[in-house]
C-alpha cells in the first residue's frame, strides 16, 4: 500500500483562498458587465507596459523583482485600489483611475482565475484515516462502553465526609457534606465542633472534569497527611500517607481527555502536627497552577476511562484542520503500539469489562460474547457472520488460553482499516454509516448506544432525524469540548504560560494573570454558544466579561462580589466581545508594545477568512532604528510603506491600529508618547464597499453584521467537525449553509445541527 493514500489537499486550501473573490467579483464585477471584455483588453495593454517586467507577461513572476505568481486573493476592487495607491512600485501615480480599473480587471480574469482552474480538483468526500484526536477519543470510548455509564451531576463539588478518628469507620463519621472546593485550613481547630482537633480524617470522592486535553499535574499541599487517587482505585497518583522529610507540597501528572469526567478520590488524616490544613490544586494543561475549582468538581460514582499514552505524530493541518490524509511508517507504528497497549489493558480489566469471573462455568462464552461487541463497537455496525468467523469465531478455536484469544482478537480489530478508517463502504450512506458521521463530527469518536440503536430501527434516514441526534449530543461534555478546541483555533489562541510581559513595563502581569485570563476567555465563550440563542453575533459585541477578584483589581474594574469569576459589565464605547478581549490583546501583542500587525492577521485570517501570503522580504523588529518618539501606528505604517508590503498591509494595518486603545497586557488607554490613540481605520469589502470605522467597538459593530464574516466562519466551523472540504457537500453547501445561519438569527448550536444535517445525509463521491 503506498504511504501517500490520498490526493492533494489544494482544493481545501483553496476553499477560503479565492471563494470569496471569485463569488462576489467575478459574477458581479466581471462577469455581467458586456464592456469588461473590452476593458480586459485594455488592461491587457496596459499591465504589458507596466506591469509585466516585474510580474512577468503572464503573471508567473519575476526573480529578481517580484517572484511570486499573481493569484487569486483579493476582491478586484481592493486589486483596483491597490493598484490605483501603490503601482508601479517605481511610479506608483502612472496607473491610477480608469487605468488601474482596467489592469484589475485583466488580472482578475487572466490570472487570478487561471490559478484557480489549474490548481483546484473537483472536491469530493474522501477516505481518511482517523486523525490522532479521534483516534484516542474513540479508544476511550470503545472500552468505556463496557464500563458501565455514570450520569453526571449537575451539582458541582466533592462529596465530603468528615470523621472523628484516624480512619474512616462509618461509626465514627459525624458530617457529611458537598463540598465546593478543597481548600481548608483549619490551624489548631477542626472542621466541627463535634471533631476533636487532636485527631481526625477526612474523604472526598466524586470526579474531577477536564476541559482540554493533556497532561495535569495534581497537587495536594498539606502539613498533615494525605493521598490522592485519580482515574481508578488502582491509580494512586500522590502517597503522602507516610510522612518523610518537611515536604508540605507533593504532586502527580496525569494525561487525561477533555469534555470528560474521571473518577477522583482524596483522603488525609490529621494526628500529631500542631496545625491542620489541606489544598487540592491542579496545573491544567498551559495554565497556571489553582485550587481545583468548583466548576470541575462534581459528586456521584464514575467509572475510569482508558486513557491511550502511546505517542502519535501530528496530523497534516496545512489545510486549516487536521486531516487524516497520509498513512506514514510512523502513524502505523503508532497504532499498532496503542493497539497492544489497548489490549493489554483490557485483558487487565477483562472481570470488569466482560463482567466474567475467572471461575465461571461459562466463561469461554461471555468472552467469546464479549469480544463479538467488542469488534461491532469498533467497527461502528453489526458484524457479518463471515466477519464473526474471521475476526473472533477462530481466534478462540485455535487458542486454548481465554486471556489470549481476547488480546488477539483486540488486536485484529483495532488495526484493522474498518477501525482505523473513515467511510469504508458504499456511495450511499446506511444508517449506521450516518450514526458515524454524527459521532465523529460532534464528538471526533464512536457512536453511542442511541446512534445505534437509531441506526438498527432505521430512524436515521431522514434531516429532521439526524437533527434531533444533534441536537441531543450537543448536551454532552464531548461536544462542548470539541466546539471549544475549535473556537480557541478560530481565535489562534495560545497557551497561557507563553504570554509573557516585560515585568517593568506590565507590574503585575504573570502567569497566574495569564491563566485566569484564559479562564476568563473560556467562560465568555461558553456562556454565549452555550446560551438560548447562542448568537455567534456576540461573540464580536458582547458587553461584559467575566473576572475574579485579581483580574478586576489589574485591569481596574469593579471587583466582583464572591469568590472565583463573575459577570463584570465593561466599557461598551471601547470593549466588544472577543475583539477586544484583554487575553487576545496580549496574546496577538509583543514583549514591550502593541502589535497592530499581528492583530490585524489575527482578524483578516480568522474573522473574514481571508488569505495573507508570507511576508516578501524580512522586516527589522519596531523597535530598532525608529524615533523613539513615534507611536506605534506610526512605526507600523512607515515600516509597511513599501509597494511589497502595501498589498497584504493596506488590509491588515487598518484592522490593527483600530484596536490601539488596548495596550500589549489588553488594558484601556487613551494616548501614547502623550499622543491620543487614533483608532480610525477602513476596509473595502468583497462586494467593494468601503467601511469606516474608528476604535474596536465600531470595527466589531461592522464585522458582526458582515456577510463575508458569516460564510468564513460557516465554511471554518464545517471544516473543522466535518474534516472535509465543504464543496465536496454540492456546490451551493456553503451558500445554503451561510443562508440557513442567517435563518436561524446566527444560531452556532443550530449551525451546528444544520453542518450535520448537509454532512451525515450526503453521498459519498470520492476521487
Given at each position: ?31 455581467a458587465d458586456p464592456s469588461v ?353 474471521f475476526f473472533v469465531d477462530s ?89 471549544r478546541a475549535f473556537l480557541h ?279
Amino acid at each position: 500500500m503506498s504511504r501517500e493514500l490520498f490526493g492533494p489537499l489544494r482544493a481545501l486550501i483553496l476553499v477560503l483562498a479565492a471563494a470569496w473573490s471569485m463569488a462576489a467579483s467575478l459574477c458581479t464585477a466581471v462577469g455581467a458587465d458586456p464592456s469588461v471584455s473590452e476593458s480586459v483588453a485594455s488592461g491587457e495593454a496596459i499591465y504589458q507596459s507596466q506591469c509585466a517586467r516585474c510580474h512577468g507577461a503572464n503573471g508567473e513572476g519575476v526573480a529578481d523583482e517580484y517572484p511570486t505568481p499573481l493569484q487569486g486573493e483579493h476582491s478586484l476592487e481592493e486589486l483596483r485600489q491597490i493598484i490605483h495607491d501603490s503601482m508601479p512600485a517605481d511610479d506608483p501615480e502612472a496607473c491610477t483611475g480608469d487605468d488601474a480599473r482596467r489592469v484589475a480587471e485583466f488580472i482578475h480574469q487572466t490570472f487570478y482565475a487561471r490559478g484557480e482552474k489549474a490548481d483546484a480538483p473537483a472536491a469530493r468526500i474522501e477516505l481518511v484515516r482517523l486523525t490522532v484526536r479521534q483516534y484516542l477519543n474513540a479508544a476511550t470510548d470503545l472500552v468505556a462502553s463496557f464500563g458501565g455509564e455514570a450520569t453526571i451531576s449537575d451539582q458541582r463539588g466533592l462529596e465530603g465526609k468528615y470523621f472523628n478518628a484516624r480512619g474512616f469507620n462509618r461509626d465514627r463519621r459525624v458530617l457529611e457534606r458537598i463540598d465546593p472546593q478543597v481548600a481548608f485550613h483549619f490551624g489548631e481547630g477542626s472542621p466541627d465542633a463535634a471533631i476533636g482537633p487532636e485527631e481526625f480524617s477526612m474523604q472526598w470522592r466524586g470526579g474531577v472534569i477536564a476541559e482540554e486535553t493533556g497532561d495535569y499535574e495534581f497537587c495536594v499541599k498539606t502539613d498533615n497527611a494525605a493521598r490522592l487517587w485519580v482515574n481508578g482505585d488502582d491509580k494512586l497518583l500522590i502517597d503522602a500517607w507516610v510522612r518523610s522529610g518537611d515536604a508540605t507540597e507533593h504532586r502527580g501528572t496525569i494525561r487525561l481527555l477533555g469534555g470528560r469526567v474521571y473518577p477522583i478520590r482524596l483522603e488525609y488524616f490529621k494526628s500529631k502536627e500542631p496545625t491542620a490544613s489541606i489544598e487540592l490544586c491542579w496545573r491544567p494543561p498551559h495554565r497556571a497552577e489553582e485550587v481545583i475549582p468548583q466548576r470541575n468538581l462534581t459528586p456521584g460514582w464514575y467509572p475510569p476511562l482508558l486513557v491511550v499514552e502511546t505517542s502519535f505524530p501530528p496530523d497534516d493541518s496545512s489545510a486549516g484542520y487536521e486531516r487524516g490524509t497520509a498513512v506514514s511508517a510512523e502513524w502505523e507504528q503508532a497504532t499498532t503500539h496503542a493497539a497492544l497497549e489497548i489490549a493489554d489493558k483490557v485483558v487487565e480489566n477483562l472481570e470488569r469489562l466482560a463482567q466474567c469471573k475467572a471461575d465461571d462455568a461459562d466463561r469461554p462464552q461471555k468472552l467469546k460474547a464479549f469480544c463479538h461487541r467488542f469488534a461491532e463497537r469498533a467497527f461502528r455496525r453489526p458484524l457479518t457472520d463471515e466477519q464473526k468467523r474471521f475476526f473472533v469465531d477462530s481466534r478462540f478455536e485455535s487458542q486454548q488460553e481465554l486471556d489470549v484469544a481476547v488480546k488477539t482478537v483486540v488486536l485484529l480489530t483495532l488495526t484493522s482499516p474498518r477501525f482505523l478508517y473513515l467511510g469504508i463502504g458504499g456511495s450511499e450512506p446506511d444508517g449506521y454509516e450516518v450514526a458515524t458521521r454524527l459521532s465523529f463530527g460532534l464528538w471526533d469518536s464512536l457512536p453511542d448506544d442511541a446512534l445505534l440503536r437509531a441506526a438498527a430501527e432505521g430512524k436515521l434516514r431522514t434531516a429532521d432525524e439526524v437533527s434531533a441526534q444533534a441536537e441531543r449530543m450537543l448536551s454532552t461534555g464531548r461536544a462542548k469540548a470539541k466546539l471549544r478546541a475549535f473556537l480557541h483555533q478560530w481565535l489562534k489562541v495560545r497557551p497561557a504560560d507563553e504570554i509573557t510581559k516585560d515585568r517593568e513595563l506590565y507590574p503585575g502581569f504573570d502567569e497566574t494573570v495569564a491563566s485566569d485570563l484564559r479562564t476568563s476567555l473560556d467562560l465568555l465563550l461558553d456562556s454565549i454558544v452555550w446560551s438560548d440563542p447562542s448568537d455567534f453575533r456576540q461573540l464580536l459585541l458582547a458587553d461584559y466579561g467575566f473576572f475574579n477578584e485579581r483580574l478586576a483589581k489589574f485591569y481596574q474594574l469593579s471587583a466582583p462580589q464572591g469568590d472565583g469569576f463573575h459577570r463584570v459589565a465593561l466599557d461598551r464605547a471601547r470593549q466588544a466581545g472577543i475583539m477586544t478581549h484583554p487575553y487576545l490583546m496580549a496574546d496577538h501583542a509583543y514583549y514591550k508594545s502593541t502589535s497592530p500587525i499581528h492583530r490585524g492577521v489575527f482578524i483578516v485570517r480568522s474573522v473574514l477568512g481571508r488569505p495573507l501570503r508570507p511576508p516578501p522580504v524580512a522586516v527589522a523588529p519596531l523597535d530598532e532604528g525608529f524615533d523613539p518618539n513615534m507611536t506605534t501606528r506610526e512605526r507600523v505604517a512607515f515600516q509597511t510603506r513599501p509597494a511589497a508590503c502595501q498589498t497584504c498591509h493596506d488590509l491588515i494595518n487598518p484592522f490593527g491600529f483600530s484596536l490601539e486603545h488596548f495596550d500589549a497586557v489588553g488594558r484601556i488607554r487613551t494616548e501614547e508618547k502623550s499622543q491620543p490613540i487614533d483608532a480610525s481605520g477602513a476596509y473595502t469589502t468583497g462586494s467593494g464597499e468601503l467601511m469606516r470605522f474608528n476604535g474596536g467597538r465600531e470595527l466589531a459593530e461592522i464585522l458582526a453584521l458582515s456577510g463575508e464574516v458569516h460564510a468564513s466562519f460557516v465554511a471554518q466551523l464545517f471544516h473543522y467537525t466535518v474534516k472535509q472540504p465543504i464543496h465536496a457537500y454540492g456546490p451551493s453547501a456553503w451558500q445554503d449553509l451561510t443562508a440557513a445561519f442567517a435563518a436561524n438569527d446566527y444560531s452556532v448550536r443550530r449551525l451546528l445541527v444544520e453542518i450535520m444535517r448537509t454532512s451525515a445525509l450526503a453521498t459519498s463521491q470520492r476521487l
